[in-house]
C-alpha cells in the first residue's frame, strides 16, 4: 500500500490509503473476523476503510457532524439491510500515531477499526447505558482479536 489513493478489496473489505504510511493489508481482517462472528454478520457483507490525514477527517467532520475540528474514526452507516456494504469507515492515520500511547500504530489502527465497525451495526457511545455496551464489546473483542481469553 502506501501510494496515495491504492485500493484493495479482498474478502470483506475495501481499503482506500490516502496517506503515504505503509499498512499491512491484512492488518484489519483478524479484527473483522471476530466482530462478524461475535455480531453473527454475513461473511458476505463488506466494509469500506479509508485511511487518511487531519485535513481530509476534518472536512468531512465539519461535513456531516458539524464539527470543525479532527478526529480519530468516523463511520458512515450504509442504511440498507439488503444491501451487502454495511458502510465505511474512516480513520486519521495521523491522530493514531499521536494517540497510540504504548501500544504500536497497527494496534491502534485495529482498535479504531473495531470502534467504528461496531458503529457501522449500530452501536453508539451517546447515552450512559450505550456506551456501557459498546465498551463491554469492544474490551470482549479486542480480547479475542489478541489471542487472550
Known amino acids: 500500500m502506501g501510494k496515495d ?40 457483507k463488506t466494509v469500506g476503510i479509508v485511511l487518511t490525514t487531519d485535513e481530509i477527517i476534518r472536512k468531512y467532520n465539519k461535513k456531516y457532524l458539524g464539527r470543525d475540528s ?7 452507516q450504509v ?5 451487502p456494504y454495511l458502510g465505511d ?8 500515531e ?3 500511547g504504548n501500544k504500536n500504530l ?11 465497525l461496531l458503529h457501522l451495526l449500530g452501536y453508539d457511545h ?4 450505550q456506551k456501557k455496551i459498546m465498551e463491554i464489546k469492544e474490551k470482549k ?3 479475542k482479536i489478541k489471542g487472550e481469553k
Open 106 to 116: 497497527n494496534e491502534e489502527l485495529q482498535i479504531l477499526f473495531l470502534h467504528g
Open 79 to 83: 442504511d440498507d439491510p439488503g444491501l
Open 126 to 129: 451517546i447515552s450512559v447505558a
Open 5 to 44: 489513493l491504492s485500493t484493495l478489496k479482498n474478502n470483506s473489505i475495501i481499503i482506500e490509503n490516502k496517506t503515504n504510511f505503509r499498512i499491512p493489508d491484512e492488518l484489519f481482517y483478524p479484527v473483522l473476523k471476530v466482530v462478524f462472528e461475535e455480531e453473527k454478520i454475513s461473511k458476505d
Open 141 to 143: 473483542y479486542w480480547k
Open 70 to 76: 479532527i478526529t480519530d474514526v468516523m463511520s458512515f
Open 89 to 96: 469507515i474512516m480513520i486519521d492515520i495521523e491522530v493514531a
Open 98 to 100: 499521536k494517540q497510540k
